[in-house]
Nanobody
Protein backbone atom coordinates (compact mmCIF):
# COMPACT_ATOMS: atom_id res chain seq x y z
CA UNK A 1 0.00 0.00 0.00
CA UNK A 2 1.58 3.25 -1.16
CA UNK A 3 1.41 6.07 1.34
CA UNK A 4 1.77 9.70 0.37
CA UNK A 5 2.28 12.41 2.97
CA UNK A 6 2.07 16.09 2.07
CA UNK A 7 3.65 18.93 4.00
CA UNK A 8 4.42 22.61 3.61
CA UNK A 9 1.00 24.20 3.53
CA UNK A 10 0.15 27.29 5.50
CA UNK A 11 -1.02 30.88 5.45
CA UNK A 12 0.69 33.32 3.13
CA UNK A 13 -0.08 36.78 1.81
CA UNK A 14 -0.85 37.53 -1.83
CA UNK A 15 2.36 37.51 -3.84
CA UNK A 16 4.11 35.22 -1.40
CA UNK A 17 5.60 31.77 -1.88
CA UNK A 18 5.22 28.30 -0.42
CA UNK A 19 6.89 25.00 -1.12
CA UNK A 20 4.88 21.82 -0.79
CA UNK A 21 6.43 18.39 -0.48
CA UNK A 22 4.99 14.91 -0.92
CA UNK A 23 6.88 12.00 0.58
CA UNK A 24 6.15 8.53 -0.77
CA UNK A 25 6.54 5.31 1.16
CA UNK A 26 8.33 3.61 -1.69
CA UNK A 27 10.47 4.21 -4.74
CA UNK A 28 8.76 6.89 -6.80
CA UNK A 29 10.47 5.70 -9.95
CA UNK A 30 7.94 2.87 -9.99
CA UNK A 31 5.08 5.34 -10.39
CA UNK A 32 3.74 6.12 -13.84
CA UNK A 33 2.96 9.65 -12.81
CA UNK A 34 2.92 11.82 -9.75
CA UNK A 35 0.97 14.99 -9.53
CA UNK A 36 -0.55 17.69 -7.41
CA UNK A 37 -4.26 18.38 -7.31
CA UNK A 38 -6.16 20.99 -5.38
CA UNK A 39 -9.64 20.99 -3.96
CA UNK A 40 -11.86 23.77 -2.71
CA UNK A 41 -15.39 23.33 -1.30
CA UNK A 42 -18.03 23.17 -3.99
CA UNK A 43 -15.53 22.91 -6.82
CA UNK A 44 -14.22 19.99 -8.79
CA UNK A 45 -10.80 18.69 -7.92
CA UNK A 46 -8.28 20.36 -10.23
CA UNK A 47 -5.00 18.97 -11.50
CA UNK A 48 -2.28 21.54 -10.83
CA UNK A 49 0.88 19.90 -12.13
CA UNK A 50 2.18 16.49 -13.02
CA UNK A 51 5.48 14.75 -13.68
CA UNK A 52 5.65 11.43 -15.45
CA UNK A 53 8.00 8.53 -14.91
CA UNK A 54 9.93 9.73 -17.95
CA UNK A 55 10.20 13.25 -16.61
CA UNK A 56 7.56 14.99 -18.70
CA UNK A 57 5.96 17.91 -16.89
CA UNK A 58 2.82 19.88 -17.42
CA UNK A 59 0.82 22.49 -15.55
CA UNK A 60 -2.68 23.81 -15.36
CA UNK A 61 -2.99 27.04 -17.30
CA UNK A 62 -3.92 28.88 -14.11
CA UNK A 63 -0.53 28.16 -12.49
CA UNK A 64 1.83 28.00 -15.45
CA UNK A 65 4.78 30.33 -14.95
CA UNK A 66 4.17 30.57 -11.19
CA UNK A 67 4.39 26.96 -9.97
CA UNK A 68 7.19 24.47 -10.49
CA UNK A 69 6.98 20.74 -9.88
CA UNK A 70 10.14 18.78 -9.20
CA UNK A 71 11.20 15.30 -8.19
CA UNK A 72 13.89 13.96 -5.89
CA UNK A 73 14.11 10.26 -6.56
CA UNK A 74 16.78 9.75 -3.90
CA UNK A 75 14.36 11.02 -1.24
CA UNK A 76 11.22 9.60 -2.87
CA UNK A 77 9.60 13.00 -2.84
CA UNK A 78 8.06 15.46 -5.21
CA UNK A 79 7.74 19.14 -4.51
CA UNK A 80 5.66 22.03 -5.71
CA UNK A 81 7.23 25.46 -5.55
CA UNK A 82 4.46 28.04 -5.61
CA UNK A 83 5.34 31.67 -6.28
CA UNK A 84 3.27 34.80 -6.81
CA UNK A 85 0.40 33.23 -4.92
CA UNK A 86 -3.11 34.58 -5.35
CA UNK A 87 -6.18 34.23 -3.15
CA UNK A 88 -7.69 31.91 -5.75
CA UNK A 89 -4.83 29.48 -5.14
CA UNK A 90 -6.24 28.80 -1.68
CA UNK A 91 -7.18 25.13 -1.47
CA UNK A 92 -6.30 21.79 -0.02
CA UNK A 93 -3.43 20.49 -2.11
CA UNK A 94 -3.30 16.74 -2.57
CA UNK A 95 -0.52 14.54 -3.81
CA UNK A 96 -1.50 11.75 -6.19
CA UNK A 97 0.35 8.87 -7.78
CA UNK A 98 -0.50 6.16 -10.25
CA UNK A 99 1.15 2.76 -10.07
CA UNK A 100 0.10 -0.34 -11.96
CA UNK A 101 -3.25 1.24 -12.70
CA UNK A 102 -4.01 2.05 -9.09
CA UNK A 103 -4.51 5.58 -7.80
CA UNK A 104 -3.04 6.65 -4.49
CA UNK A 105 -3.83 9.88 -2.67
CA UNK A 106 -2.40 11.74 0.24
CA UNK A 107 -4.60 13.43 2.81
CA UNK A 108 -3.68 16.91 1.64
CA UNK A 109 -2.18 20.08 3.01
CA UNK A 110 -4.07 23.36 3.33
CA UNK A 111 -2.86 26.48 1.56
CA UNK A 112 -4.50 29.78 2.40
CA UNK A 113 -3.57 32.95 0.55
CA UNK A 114 -4.79 36.14 2.18
CA UNK A 115 -5.62 39.24 0.16
Amino acid sequence: QVQLVESGGGLVQTGGSLRLSCAASENIQSFSVMDWYRQTPGKQREMVAFITQGGSINYAASVKGRFTISRDSAKNTISLQMNSLKPEDSAVYLCHSLKAGIDYWGKGTLVTVSS
